[in-house]
């Protein structure tokens, strides 16, 4: 049976890849160091950003924006050069990943910041740590630093939050990761929560909260305004409040 298209349009993309048989392939830290600076390399030759990753031992999670129709060939680049750089360095041969990757296209902002949370918590799932700062290889490390490293500069986090600790509290939120998996299944299958062309929106943003006497009927309204096509950050930046506040209203509202 011939395999389905995989979708390359430009957007946001959550990557997936393991080891082949799930092996450790990732399990050293300069394994770790050389995948991370294949990725910065790719994202300068291929022109897309990075906007979260987390690598664990047998696999990574990738949070990426594409500007060019090029995921398979960025991927492509990513796999194979460490595939080369692994095998010499371990004297092995044959394939290194479990076949292709996995890709999930991004359509709206409550998957993306879900996406975000659960990439970061992935060490948190494994036990290997109890807390983000104690694991190295994943981008909450940096967000919470000064030195970022340049192929993560452009993530959208630092324009979305404005403090490191909104950054940090938001990421370490307690969840559960199986009512989160669960939760991303479902934003993936909503239709309803995909962002909508802003040009078919209904009625300017400032009429939605014009008349709001409770925290009940401003939260009503953020749903009302997000599902007539208006994105999480317009609406916090119309009523004053964080965009992770906004995305909090959004998911209980609509559970």
């Known amino acids: 049976m011939a395999r389905k298209p995989r979708l390359t349009i430009p957007g946001y993309y959550h990557i997936i890849n393991r080891g082949v048989a799930r092996k450790a392939i990732l399990q050293f830290p300069k394994d770790k160091d050389k995948f991370l600076e294949i990725l910065c390399q790719c994202g300068n030759e291929y022109g897309f950003i990075v906007h979260s ?65 659960y990439i970061e918590q992935n060490p948190l799932k494994a036990g290997i740590v109890k807390k983000l700062g104690d694991y190295e290889y994943i981008s909450f490390r940096y967000f919470i630093s000064d030195n970022p490293p340049p192929c993560l500069l452009n993530s959208f986090v630092y324009d979305r939050f404005e403090t490191k600790k909104e950054i940090a509290a938001f990421l370490n939120e307690v969840v559960d990761i199986e009512e989160e998996e669960q939760t991303l ?32 009927q401003r939260d009503e309204q953020i749903v009302k305004a997000y599902r007539d096509g208006w994105s999480q950050g317009k609406i916090a930046k119309e009523i004053g409040i964080s965009q992770p506040g906004v995305f909090k209203v959004i998911r209980k509202m609509k559970a």
């Open 53 to 117: 990753y987390c690598l664990m031992d047998n696999h990574y999670h990738l949070l990426i924006e594409t500007t060019r129709d090029n995921l398979s060939s960025a991927l492509r680049y990513i796999n194979s050069n460490y595939a080369v750089y692994y095998n010499k360095k371990y004297k092995r041969v044959g394939h290194l990943w479990q076949g292709r990757f996995q890709s999930s296209y991004i359509a709206s902002e409550t998957y993306l910041f879900t996406l975000l949370r």
């Open 185 to 216: 299944k479902e934003i993936k299958n909503d239709k309803s929560f995909e962002e909508l062309d802003e040009t078919k929106v209904f009625k300017p943003l400032r009429e939605y909260f014009f008349d709001n006497q409770s925290k009940a």
